[in-house]
C-alpha cells in the first residue's frame, strides 16, 4: 500500500511498514487544508491531531484505509468516509495509562498548588504560609464519568491515594466490565446528577459525541458541590466553556484541563482562551496521550492495523 503519514510517529515504526513492503511518505507537517491535495494516489491515511475533512476523503478516490492513532475519531469525517467506502480505524486503550497518569498529576498539582509555587519561586518570592492550605486527597471521593478503559486506570490510581471511586451505573454493560467494577472496588449511582451530588472531584473520560456534547453545562453544573475538582482530559467539546466559567468563582471549584474546544491544535500558535487564563484552572496543551509509552504502543497498534487491512482483515473499525 501506498501509506501517508501525516502527523508524528516513531521512525521505527515507518520503517518496519516499508519493510514490510510499503511505500511510505511522512508528512507530520500538513494540516487539513494541505491533506486535500497530499491524499492523491494514496490507498491509507494516518493521522493523530489533523483533521481529516469530507473535502480531502472526496478528493481521493484511491483512499482505502484511514487509520487514526489514537482512540477518539472526533477529528475525522467518518460518515464522509462511509460514504466514500473508506474503512476508518483507531487504536483504543493504547494512551489509557498515559492520560490516566496526567489525570491524576492535574488532581495533585490543584490540590497542592504546585504550579502556583513553581511560579513564586522562579520568581523570587517565598510564601509558604499561603501555599501550605491542601485539603489533601486521602478519603475524597472521585467521580469517574465514562469507565472504559482509561477510567478503569484512573481508578486504579486513585485507590492507591485512598480515594473512594464512584461511577454511573449504566445498563448493557458486559460481564467482563462488570467484573473490573467489582476488583476496583467501584460504587455505582444511578445518573450523573447523584454522581455530582457526592463527588469532591469530578473527572471526565468520556468521547466527543452528539450526546456528549456541552454535558458539562448549566443543568449539571447546579448539582456540583462548592468546593469541588473537575478534571477533563476527554475533549474540549464536551464542556460549556461560558457556563463553567460562569459558576468557578461563586461554587469555589478548581478545574484541571488537558483540552478546549477551540485549541489550534499542533505545533505552536497563539491561544487566547478564557478557560485557561482564568487563576483557578489548571491547563495543559492536549499531551494527555504525549508520552513515549504511550506513543510506542500507539505505533505498534496503527502497524498491526494496517498489516492486517493488506491481508484482508479489519482491525478496530469504527463506524459511521
Known sequence: MRILIADKFPDDAIEELRAAGHEVE????????GLV????????????????????????????????A??????????????????????????????????????????????????????????????SRARGLKGRTLGIVGFGDIGAEVARRAAAFGLAVVTVDRSGR????????????????????????????????????????????????????????IINTSRGEIIDEE?????????????GVDVYSDEPGAGE??????????PRVYGTHHIGASTEQAQRAVAEEVVAVIQSFASGQVRNQVLG
Do not use: Y
Open 243 to 255: 457556563a463553567l466559567l460562569e459558576v468557578v468563582d461563586d461554587k469555589d471549584l478548581r478545574v
Open 70 to 131: 489514537g482512540a477518539g475519531t472526533n477529528t475525522i469525517d467518518v460518515a464522509a468516509a462511509a460514504m466514500n467506502s473508506v474503512v476508518v480505524c483507531n487504536t483504543p486503550g493504547k494512551n489509557a495509562v498515559a492520560v490516566a497518569e496526567l489525570a491524576m498529576g492535574l488532581m495533585l498539582a490543584i490540590d497542592r498548588n504546585i504550579p502556583d509555587n513553581v511560579a513564586d519561586l522562579r520568581g523570587g518570592i517565598w510564601n509558604k504560609k499561603r501555599w
Open 269 to 278: 500558535n497563539t491561544f487566547n482562551s478564557p478557560l485557561a487564563r482564568h
Open 26 to 33: 511522512f508528512a507530520p507537517d500538513l494540516d487539513a487544508e
Open 174 to 229: 458486559s460481564e467482563a466490565a462488570l467484573q473490573r467494577l467489582a476488583q476496583l472496588d467501584v460504587t455505582t449511582v444511578p445518573d450523573l446528577e447523584s454522581l455530582f451530588a457526592v463527588a469532591d472531584i469530578i473527572s471526565f473520560h468520556v468521547p466527543s459525541a452528539p450526546g456528549t456534547a456541552g454535558m458539562i453545562g448549566r443543568e449539571l453544573l447546579a448539582h456540583v458541590r462548592p468546593g469541588t475538582m
Open 37 to 68: 491535495a497530499a491524499l492523491a494516489g494514496f490507498q491509507c491515511v494516518v493521522v493523530r491531531g489533523t483533521r481529516l475533512t469530507a473535502a480531502a476523503i472526496r478528493a481521493n478516490d484511491d483512499l482505502e484505509l484511514i487509520v487514526r
